[in-house]
């Protein structure tokens, strides 16, 4: 086979795959409701994008230093500072080419062939994925149901081994939407320094977080953390800014610097223009994330109540990003036209096909009994969409 035995191990993003068949049949003229974007729906802020037509009238458009201009990484310490209470220097800070390159230059960079990873389930899609692209084995933790979603400090002991490297933390959470306390970070902390590993902290969704929660770095928490975690962050979510391909990451400066030097050989810099628009987004006006995040918050609480409402599907409240994640595996079993639902993908695709509505199946997030909804879409989209779905599920028999 000419395929390398290490990339023939990853699968393809399960998102962009259903995403993708989405719009192919909306292109075919079938008025299909999406509720699988992984993106917020609302445009990049104004002033945001003017800083980039101007980086572009004033010839911003060169080459930058590989982990990123100066004031960004200057503008990235000033923010770790005042929402996280962590003290960078800009020598500690990367720009990369999206939060999701931040994560893959982290993992590059810690992870040895052979070295696990403990990655929390549900997950995001990506990280078991990358991990594998760097030689190292994912160890998939399932939480004990008593803590909900969330990993508590006993479920982190009994997946370290000698060969644990890493653990993925990733609060607020894609798919689930839980947001880990502080005291519930802390403990678990005690456990890393204990345990002398490292921890990447996914904060991309830091921002998007409802009912007074409060967001909290691990970094931040316990004396000594800070040289044990890798913070990652970026602007897509916070600031809509997902096509611009901005991320970042602040760490231990050793680790910071193999990221960069992975930087310099794959990509060089991240894109000149795009910089100084995150430059405008991280130090400009801020009404517009809160605007955003109103508009979250009233169709959660929509879509929740409608999904609850619904005989056979529980779904917990989210409190944080744009996600539900619901339970729907008591559906499993059932017969549509003579076809048996039996996982996530099956229940997926019958709401694609017969009732014209796109959401994730859990299996991607590793958890086949759950299928994501996102609510990054209008209120009018969530409502037809909830309609189809009631009407379709009364259509499935035993
Ligand atoms: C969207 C997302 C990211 C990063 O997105 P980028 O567009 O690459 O910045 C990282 N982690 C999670 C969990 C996400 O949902």
Redo the contacts with the bound molecule.
Sequence with gaps: MLISRNIQRIKPSVTLAITARAKAMLAEGIDVVSLSA??PDFDTPQNIKDAAIRAINQGFTKYTPATGILELRKAICKKFERDNGLAYDPSQVIVS???????YLAILALVDEGDEVIIPRPY?V?YPEQVRIAGGNPVVLTPTKENGLKVSPQDLRSALTSRTKLLIL?SP??PSGIVYTRDELAALAEVVLEAGIYVLS?E??EKIIYDGARHCSIASLVEGMVERTVV?N????SYS??GW???YAAGPEAVISAMGKIQSQETSNSCSIAQMAALEALTGPQDSVGAMIEAFDRRRRYIVDRLNSIEGISCPVPQG?FYVFPDVSSYYGFFHKGKRIEDSVDFCEFLLDEMKVACVPGAGFGMDTNIRLSYATSLENIEKAMDRIEEGLKKLQR
Excluded at 97 to 103: A, F, M
């Design positions: 992984g993106e080419c999206g939060g999701k390159h931040s994560i995001w990506s990733n959470s894609n996914d991309i969704y990652v970026g602007v897509s979510k800014m997902t391909r901005i991320g990003a």
